[in-house]
């Protein structure tokens, strides 16, 4: 009989355990190649990913660059506008200057046109005016300011402002200062000459202007006296009235015309011009007479006599 040799159990457990041994190693095999072929597709992802990265980034930055010369360009025309801006804005200022200059030379000669120069003209024994010469326009002084003497007072309606400022601050100082006489026409003055000559003589001459040489025909000088000295003018000279005039006349545009041995007339304490504000400031300031400056320095004036 044919002994079929029988394996032992050991020999079937050797087996399994061999069988089982190469299916591990072929499933670990199979694993291995899985597993290796998947990195190889992650490391061609990766790599296509920094190419896409390093593509990203070069754009980005070419894109950076050229925003950046935009900005620098942008910059460049904003500067070059605001210097055209400035370049207008100075251009528009002078424009203005030249328009205000234009202006003031306007103003300057309308000034000029619609002031009238005798008002600043010398006027005495060597200089005459006209006998048909009249103020433009006259009105009359405050009652309160004048000297009752049967008549009222008339002067240069555009210099009544500052006589009034004048006389009403030497109130407020409690000033006893008013006005005797104003304007004079042609014929007044030489009436009035007439009575001086009949009573005086030719002594008269040193205290009544001829005719046509008197500043008050201007209607722009006035006489000033107070309540208690009246007509006695001789009185004017040591009284506060007169003090209080020295100081502050100037400043209203108020001068003496005929001062203490001045080569043009006699004394008159009492005679003040209107000559404005700004040429009685620098007359004070220089202490200087009116009739002692040049007519062609006084003329420089002229446009600022009632500022
Ligand atoms: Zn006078």
Do not use: C
Not at 111 to 127: A, N, V
Not at 209 to 216: C, K, L, M, P, V
């Amino acid at each position: 009989m044919n002994d079929t040799p029988k394996h032992s159990l050991a020999f079937w457990i050797v087996f399994i355990l061999i069988l089982l041994l190469v299916a591990g190693f072929i499933m670990q095999a199979y694993f291995m190649f899985t597993l290796s072929q998947k990195l190889n597709i992650v490391s061609q992802n990766n790599a296509s990913t920094t190419n896409a990265f390093t593509t990203f980034s070069s754009t980005t930055l070419s894109r950076f660059e050229e925003n950046e010369k935009k900005f620098v360009q942008f910059s460049d025309m904003l500067y070059e506008e605001q210097q055209v801006t400035v370049a207008l804005t100075d251009a528009v200022d002078k424009f203005k200057r030249q328009v205000g200059k234009l202006t003031g030379t306007v103003d300057t000669l309308e000034k000029l046109t619609t002031t009238d120069p005798e008002l600043l003209q010398k006027y005495s024994r060597i200089y005459f005016l006209n006998e048909h010469y009249k103020p433009a326009d006259l009105s009359f002084i405050e009652e309160k300011f004048d000297y009752v003497n049967g008549k009222e007072v008339t002067i240069s309606s555009e210099v009544l402002p500052f006589l009034s400022d004048l006389l009403e601050e030497a109130e407020d100082d409690g000033v006893d200062l008013i006005v005797l006489s104003g304007y004079r026409s042609f014929t007044e003055q030489g009436t009035l000459k007439n009575v001086y000559t009949t009573n005086y003589g030719v002594g008269a001459n040193r205290f009544s202007a001829d005719q046509g040489y008197s500043e008050h025909q201007l209607g722009t000088a006035v006489d000033f006296t107070s309540t208690t000295i009246g007509e006695n003018l001789s009185a004017f000279e040591s009284s506060e009235a007169h003090t209080w005039l020295l100081q502050n006349a100037h400043k209203y545009g108020f001068v003496m015309s005929y001062p203490e041995n001045n080569e043009f007339y006699v004394y008159e304490p009492w005679h003040w011009r209107f000559v404005g504000k700004k040429l009685a400031r620098y007359l004070d300031r220089e202490a200087k007479n009116f009739y002692d400056i040049e007519q062609r320095d006084i003329d420089t004036y002229i446009t600022s006599l009632f500022d």
